[in-house]
């Protein structure tokens, strides 16, 4: 298909209520659906799942199974599923075959951080990240357009369908929006501010509090201590190797922490888990696009890559001796140092740098 074909098959520019009849229209007379949600779930994916999960159950009475890939790490995440009975399962439990509708939210068929086995096409995607070259591969498709979160999105299907949230599902939704558009400061849109309202008055706000500020283990304490300890600053730049960690999405929270250094622009971490590198960036300047930028360091590496604005990630197959995962980690590097304008810098350790006279 061309991409104008394509591109067209994209309900995004649609109103919430013409969407939704699609939706209803493709899923009544199935069998049972799978929601899954991206891999190693963050919580605008999961609520967004289980919010597509009632629609689809109360409007369309399709039963419904809401199912993750990876691991849920972040102690926010796990808290997150504990304190609101979210249910989610691991996709080690899903049959695809005894199921026949399938749906993806938070990201898309081709973009690869999802569990979905490649023989599945996915009936329905809906997502908050921009729309892939390879354009619209699903028969329902609401990706792209300006939401800082996919449970905006879900949000406006609730409506359009007349339903109200539950207090878990509204806390859910809000936190969704809340923790990907940074307490609404960052890629924020009115739908998105609209939702967040929206949803305020049906929240519990003490499950909320319990879930942004959860007790944390001690390895995440050690775990920022090397982070720290091992970063380098560039004049643009930070980057940190952080070895092995024992939960993929804290690449992504090191990153973001680091982000807020005074004076470089980009945030740059990375981390190994079950033989996958994890690559996590952020950057200051809302001008630069760090989706892309991971996109052109990490293109011929394998894996899969993603992101949109300010923030992006990235995992690679790490394999090979010793040595080989070694040299892709300096490699990467080297390619990131070039994308971002330190090339040939030798930095300062981070615990070395003069405070500011
Ligand atoms: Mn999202």
Excluded at 35 to 60: F, G, M, Q, R
Excluded at 318 to 336: D, I, N, W
Aim: net charge neutral.
């Amino acid at each position: 298909m061309s991409r104008t074909a394509t591109d067209e098959l994209n309900l995004a520019s649609q109103p919430a209520k013409q969407k939704l009849e699609k939706l209803l229209r493709l899923a009544k007379g199935k069998k049972s659906a799978v929601v899954l949600t991206h891999d190693n779930p963050d919580p605008d994916s999961l609520a967004s799942a289980v919010a597509l999960k009632l629609i689809l159950e109360k409007k369309a009475s399709v039963p419904t199974l809401v199912a993750y890939g990876g691991i849920i790490g972040r102690a926010e995440n796990l808290a997150f599923v504990r304190e609101l009975h979210l249910p989610v399962v691991p996709v080690s439990q899903v049959v695809f075959d005894e199921h026949d509708f399938l749906a993806l939210v938070d990201t898309q068929q081709t973009i690869g951080n999802h569990s979905l086995p490649a023989q599945f096409a996915a009936d329905v995607v809906i997502d908050h990240h921009p729309l892939r070259e390879e354009g619209v591969t699903s028969p329902f498709a609401d990706v792209g357009r300006d939401y800082g979160a996919t449970s905006t999105l879900l949000v406006e299907y609730l409506r359009a369908a007349r339903l109200q949230p539950d207090g878990a599902l509204a806390t859910a939704l809000f936190y969704g929006i809340k923790a990907d558009t940074r307490d609404l400061d960052r890629q924020t849109y009115d739908p998105d501010i609209d939702s967040y309202l929206w949803l305020f008055p049906n929240i519990d706000r003490e499950l909320l509090a319990r879930i942004e500020h959860p007790e944390v283990p001690a390895r995440y304490f050690q775990l920022y201590h090397a982070a720290i300890e091992r970063a380098k600053v560039y004049s643009d730049a930070v980057i940190t190797d952080l070895g092995e960690v024992y939960s993929p999405d804290m690449v992504a929270e090191v990153a973001e922490r680091l982000s807020f250094l005074e004076g470089p622009r980009w945030s740059f971490a990375f981390g190994s888990f079950r033989s996958q590198l994890y690559a996590s960036l952020r950057v200051s300047d809302k001008r630069m696009r760090a989706g892309r930028l991971i996109r052109d360091v990490c293109v011929d590496l394998g894996g899969s890559s993603g992101g949109h604005g300010s923030m992006a990630g990235a995992r690679l197959p790490l394999s090979g001796t010793r040595a080989q995962r070694v040299a892709l980690k300096r490699e990467l590097v080297r390619r990131f140092k070039k994308a971002c304008g330190v090339e040939g810098e030798r930095g300062t350790a981070l615990l070395n740098l003069a405070p500011p006279a």
